[in-house]
Structure formats: C-alpha cells, structure tokens
C-alpha cells in the first residue's frame, strides 16, 4: 500500500480518541482512527456493568489522582460535564441518574458508543480497526507509521491507546513505550479501582460468604469512601472498596466502618445490654448487617455471649472494632480486573491547553494514557471527553 497522507492520525478508538477525532475532523481536518481491535469503543462497551456510566455531572479536580493535580482543571472547565451531556440529548439518548450526577444509560451502553462513531462519520473520519503500529518515527515536521495496513504519514499524531486495564481487551503499553522513545517521562504505572486480594486465612473463612454485600465507610491514605462493599471467592470488591483502592499502597491496613454513619454506638449497646440482656450480640448485628455476616464476624471476634456479660469497657471495644475493622489486604487482582490505570505519561512534559508534548511539537496524549485517573462514577469518562476535545481543537 502507497504512504497515505492525513492531517491527524489517533492510535486508540476508545472513548478519547473517538472524542478527539470528531472534533478535530469537524475543524475540516483529514482524520484517521487507528487501532489494532477488531472493534472501535469495546471498553465502552463493557463499562458499567453494560450501561456505561458516560459521566458524573459534579466532576471535579477533587476527583482525580495525578503526580500533577493542577493538570486536569484546564480542560475539566473548557469542555464540562454538562457539554457532553448536552450532545447524548442531542443524539437522544435515553439516560437515568442512578446517585446523584451519576449519569448512565438507560438499557445499554451501545448507543454512547454509536454516538462517538455517527460523529466521526459526520466529521469524515476514517477508522482503521485490526490495524496494529510495528513503528513510529520523525519525517520532517510530521510522524511516519509502520502499520499492518502499510506504511501512513501525517502531520499530528495523537496517542490515546489508553492504559494496562483488562488486557483481555487488547490493552498494552504502547503508549508508554512511544512517549519513552520521543524522551516524554513516565511515571509508575499500577492497578486503579480494583478488587482486593486477602490473606490466605481471611480469604479462606470470609470465602462461604461470597456475594454479600453491605454499606460500609472505608478509610486508607488519607482518603474516605461511604459505599457499599462486596465479599467476593477472592477477596473484597464492590464501590468501596474500588474507590480506596486507587489510594491503598501494598502493606497498608484499610479501616472499614461496618456501621457508618451511626453516632455514639457504644451508647447504643448499652442501651441494647439494658432492653435485652439475655439476648446474644449476634442477634442485634443480624438486625443490621445481613445474617450470616453477623453470625460470621461475631464467631470471629469471639462475640458469643450475651450482652449482660458485656462491661462498659467491653462495650467500648465492640464499638471500636465494628467502626474500624482493620483489614490487611494481600494485594490486588492487578490489571487483570482493574478498571484503570494509576500513573503514565508524565502530565509535566504536556500542555494542558493542547495536550501536545511540550518538546515534541505534533505529539499528543489524551485520556488513561496519561497521569490523570479518576474516581469511580463516571469521571474517567468525562476525562476522555474532555482531554480528547480539547486536543481535537489544536491537532
């Protein structure tokens, strides 16, 4: 095949890069979508148990985690949240808000995705799909690729391959390892929003109850999450634990309120010791958790009495054990189940209004790819709108 000429060429037909790639082609840019799926959007697809939750309408700076928190303002505050919720009720895309400003769609995530794909037809993109890159080098002031679809040649080229989430989906390092060969830094990468792993015993006796779920308050690095939290055959999963997970560092011991949002518990035993006092401890906790995490969490910490056995002291100690469960994880799933990536390409070495390599003019990073990782509940979408428009405007 003949060199093929375009303006922009964007590795990566996710969610930024299909983003980038309508709005750089509606500027009357020739674009084109490469990526080496057999399908554009596939992360997309799977997102949000299949409904994707295409974005949180209070997103915020307060919602990312970067070695460069100032990063993300610029382009979170030129295209908002409310602009892209503006083009789904363009397309007429039916939504519901399951919490407040959590946006998902109503019976699938298919239509987000059609929307992305009708834009880069209206814009005249062309996407490239099963088309892997073997090489990228410098020709004159523009990029040359070494594709499976032949050599192509173009004058800015945009990497949005994302991160090293669900490898099963086709995610690599290719991002990282293009902007190491053009001298751009990249920070350490691990696992984000990510079910733990437990110690061999914990795992072993909390395993029969795999399935349930309860509200919980979690606490690690300074950080906070009231949601709810899932007992899984391998460890614990669900809201909360995905969110302070991002935060958790190897060999840190997470503190899990069991009851949150309940003032002065000790008091409240002491008011069940004084209505109930042959009643077993086991019987107030089924009241409040589902029963066999009572029975099991009261037979671990030795709870088998009644509560006229309890001291003052005692009843101290229970409170203080159920509002700060402590709970070493033995580590992560890792990237297998992640559902992004911590860290990538240095945010340092880019500008935030251009999203192009400071010192490599032509060369830019959008969306997972680079340090900028939200928090669970549609942020790390409205991340891909905003960093991919705002570089479809400058590409």
Request: proline share 5%; glycine share 12%.
């Amino acid at each position: 095949m003949s060199v093929a000429d375009h303006d922009v060429i964007v590795i990566g037909a996710g969610a930024a890069g299909l983003m980038c790639a309508a709005t750089a082609g509606y500027r009357g840019r020739r674009v084109r979508v490469i990526d080496h799926a057999p399908q554009a959007g596939r992360k997309i697809l799977m997102s949000g148990g299949g409904r994707c939750n295409f974005t949180h309408m209070n997103t915020s700076p307060a919602h990312f985690l970067s070695d460069n928190p100032g990063f993300c303002i610029s382009a979170l505050k030129r295209f908002t949240a409310q602009d892209f919720f503006e083009l789904v009720e363009r397309h007429g895309i039916d939504w519901v808000e399951k919490s407040p400003g959590q946006l998902f769609c109503v019976d699938s995530s298919r239509p987000i995705l059609d929307m992305l794909l009708t834009e880069c037809e209206w814009a005249g993109v062309d996407i490239s799909l099963k088309t892997s890159v073997a090489g990228v080098e410098r020709q004159g002031e523009g990029f040359r690729l070494h594709t499976s679809a032949g050599p192509m040649r173009c004058a800015s080229l945009v990497v949005a391959s994302g991160g090293l989430s669900i490898p099963t989906m086709g995610a690599t390092g290719f991002g990282y390892d293009l902007a190491r060969q053009f001298g751009l830094p990249v920070l350490p990468t691990r696992a984000g929003l990510v079910p733990f792993t437990l110690q061999p015993a914990l795992k072993e006796s909390l395993s029969p109850l795999s399935g349930l779920s309860l509200p919980v308050s979690v606490a690690c690095g300074g950080q906070r999450f009231t949601e709810p939290m899932l007992i899984t055959h391998r460890g614990l999963s669900g809201p909360a634990m995905l969110q302070i997970s991002s935060y958790w560092q190897p060999g840190e011991t997470l503190a899990i309120d069991l009851l949150p949002g309940s003032e002065d518990l000790a008091e409240q035993l002491a008011v069940q010791r004084q209505a109930h006092p042959s009643a077993r401890l086991e019987t107030f906790f089924s009241g409040v958790w589902p029963r066999r995490f009572a029975q099991w969490f009261c037979e671990a910490q030795g709870w088998t009495h009644d509560w006229q056995q309890c001291s003052q002291a005692t009843l101290a100690s229970i409170a203080q054990t159920v509002s700060g469960w402590q709970v070493k994880p033995g580590g992560t799933e890792g990237y297998r189940t992640a559902e992004v990536t911590l860290g990538g390409v240095d945010t340092r070495a880019i500008s935030s209004r251009t999203f192009e390599a400071r010192d490599v003019p032509g060369l830019y990073f959008i969306g997972e790819v680079l340090d900028v990782t939200g928090q669970l509940g549609g942020h790390n979408f409205q991340w891909a709108w905003s960093s991919g428009w705002c570089a479809g405007q400058f590409v």
